[in-house]
């Protein structure tokens, strides 16, 4: 019987699906799946865990973990570590799990495979498959000494459904000191609520965009369909757009389900970011723009006319 | 002020990946400074000037790293390390580049450690945090903004578009995020002076460190390339007919919306 330990994580008081799609990668390699959920008024959300692929949910809560840090954290953590004693280790590929997952790595002598995409065989067989150059090529990788761990990179893996699992919850007390990082001030900029790298749909603009009110029309787009903007590096570079929204090998490696690429003319170092996204649209004015060779659909035209008339579109689809 | 660099020298973003028997194709590839740790360099040189201090560049590599090392001198570094690890380590992971990184810093007097936050080759961001843990230090990863006032320091970290403002104190582990500074070009009399600086060659045996206890803990068995994608459909006709058409794809056919 294998053993996994997975931390789940609630953004703005809700669960992430990242979360879902580790637990559901952690049942691919073990057989027993406890979850953790760390922080401050989480322990609402145990429950669904329980129902979605976790066996047992241990819920740590101290108003010291209301922002992540990774002393905090990882002392929780490597409490859970010795009482859950597990094969294998999950985080989600997040700001916090990139963060934390290394930490966890280090004091445990142990590889970690990082962004990981899919996953092949099962226990100590599993291979992982994870992107390098940014998705420009891919690996193999297996384990070949201590425990297994890894992040995953969301929107790649298939959660499970609810009624998948019918675990307990049990809350746990830890023993928390010496937090050398202290988190201040936290200010939300994120656009509209969707993070990118867990957005389903992205509607991204380049130099094409021409000034940072041209993105009005993008983030319009976005809005309709739930997804989030981001850009290229030119469009950052001419400070059209925050550094935060930039797509790229510099900048977000995003795998969403439908990718708007809006006057992006389709630098190879882009297009390491954006590639894997399932569906790609290319709108750009010239027809021999680079991005139109990895696009699955292309509109040759000025952003500005087609963009709002695809918006118009949608909202009478979406209507009916 | 001790202030060390962690370096790694990467592949140009323009480069595309080609495979030759499993392996990257390196022949004639462009290398540059990895863009994230190009930023870790400028922020040390701009702490060094404001609080005087020695910056310290280190690398895991072969002597072809010498090359981005000799850059960084140029743009203002005033020490470069590079650990040759090739003849006793094969296929090093994470786990082992962090080991012998540690090991090499464990022995010198560090007030500040800065790296960029991922590398984009490998792309996962584990060595500098695995260092910070092994040297028993604190550390802030994808900082934007670093201000130091003794051996108090702020620092502003992006966390998925979000800002944290983070108190803590040197020493310190910090990586660099896109946004924290406009890193510089090495000037002309930045290059000759280059030439001149110390560069120091170290291997495993120098460090005291044993190769058995830093074999990989991970094994890349397989590389492949994404397969090449089919031409996709160029839409035609009048625009407002292309954008109906489009939408439709989208439902219908493609089903994300």
């Known amino acids: 019987m294998s053993k996994a330990l997975v931390l789940a994580e609630s953004r703005d008081g809700n669960l992430r699906n990242v979360s879902f799609e580790a637990i559901a990668a952690a049942n691919l390699v073990a057989d027993e799946v406890v979850v953790a959920l760390i922080g401050q008024n989480v322990a609402a959300d145990a429950a669904q865990l329980a129902t979605r692929g976790a066996h047992q949910v241990l819920v740590v809560e101290d108003e010291r973990l209301q922002h992540y840090t990774p002393d905090g954290y990882g002392q929780v953590f490597m409490q859970l570590l010795d009482r859950v004693a597990p094969d294998v280790i999950v985080f989600g590929h997040t700001s916090l799990g990139k963060d934390l997952s290394p930490k966890i790595a280090a004091k445990l002598q142990a590889g970690l495979i990082s962004d990981v995409t899919s996953i092949e065989g099962s226990g100590a067989d599993a291979s992982f498959i994870r992107p390098i150059y940014s998705g420009k090529a891919f690996e193999k990788v297996k384990v070949s000494e201590g425990k297994t761990l890894f992040t995953v990179r969301p929107n790649n893996i298939e959660p499970l459904a609810e009624g998948s699992s019918e675990g307990t919850v049990e809350s746990v007390t830890v023993e928390l000191k010496d937090l050398r990082t202290i988190v201040s001030e936290v200010v939300r900029k994120a656009t509209g609520g969707v993070d990118l790298s867990e957005a389903k749909v992205i ?7 021409k000034s940072s009110d041209g993105f009005a029309p993008l983030q319009e787009l976005a809005d309709l369909l ?35 690429a809006c006057g992006i003319s389709g630098a190879i170092q882009h297009l390491a970011g954006m590639s894997n996204a399932k569906v790609i649209v290319a709108i750009n004015k010239d027809p021999e723009a680079n991005i139109f060779s990895v696009a699955d659909y292309g509109i040759v035209g000025d952003l500005f006319d087609v963009v709002p008339l695809l918006t118009a579109e949608f909202k009478k689809m979406l209507v009916h | 002020m001790e202030i060390y660099v962690l370096l790694k020298r990467t592949f140009d973003t323009e480069e595309a990946i080609q495979l030759e028997n499993g392996q990257i194709e390196e022949d004639g590839a462009e290398f540059i400074i990895n863009p994230y740790d190009e930023y870790a360099v400028e922020e040390a040189i701009r702490v060094r000037d404001a609080q005087s201090g020695t910056v310290t ?14 850059t960084a001198l140029a743009m203002g570094a005033d020490q470069a390390v590079r650990i040759s690890i090739e003849d006793d380590i094969e296929e090093a992971d994470h786990y082992s580049i962090s080991e012998v990184l540690a090991g090499y810093l464990k022995e010198q007097t560090v007030d500040l450690i800065i790296a960029g936050n991922v590398a984009v080759d ?62 510089r070009y090495p000037s002309l009399p930045g290059i000759m002076k280059a030439k001149k600086k110390p560069l120091e060659e170290l291997e495993l045996s120098d460090l005291e460190l044993d190769e058995d206890e830093l074999a990989p803990r991970l094994e890349t068995v397989e590389r492949f390339l994404p397969p090449n994608k089919a031409a996709g459909k160029i839409l035609e006709g009048d625009l407002s007919t292309q954008v109906q058409e489009l939408a439709s794809l989208l439902r219908n056919e493609a089903k994300v919306v």
Not at chain 1, 203 to 209: D, E, F, L, S
């Open chain 2, 57 to 70: 560049v280190v690398t895991v590599g072969p002597e072809d790293a010498d090359k981005e090392l000799r």
């Open chain 1, 203 to 209: 509607v991204a603009g380049g130099r094409g965009v």
């Open chain 1, 226 to 260: 739930g997804g989030a903007v981001g850009a290229s590096r030119g469009a950052c570079d001419a400070d059209y757009c925050d550094y935060a929204l930039q797509i790229g090998q510099t900048g977000k490696v995003v795998t969403p389900d439908l990718y708007i």
């Open chain 2, 122 to 183: 490998g792309g996962s961001g584990q060595v500098a945090p695995r260092v910070a843990e092994l040297l028993d230090i604190p550390y802030v990863t994808t900082i934007t903004k670093l201000e130091l006032n003794g051996t108090d320091a702020v620092v502003t970290r992006d966390s998925e578009g979000d800002t944290e403002v983070i108190k803590t104190s040197l020493p310190l582990l910090v990586t660099a995020q896109q946004g924290l500074n406009e890193p």
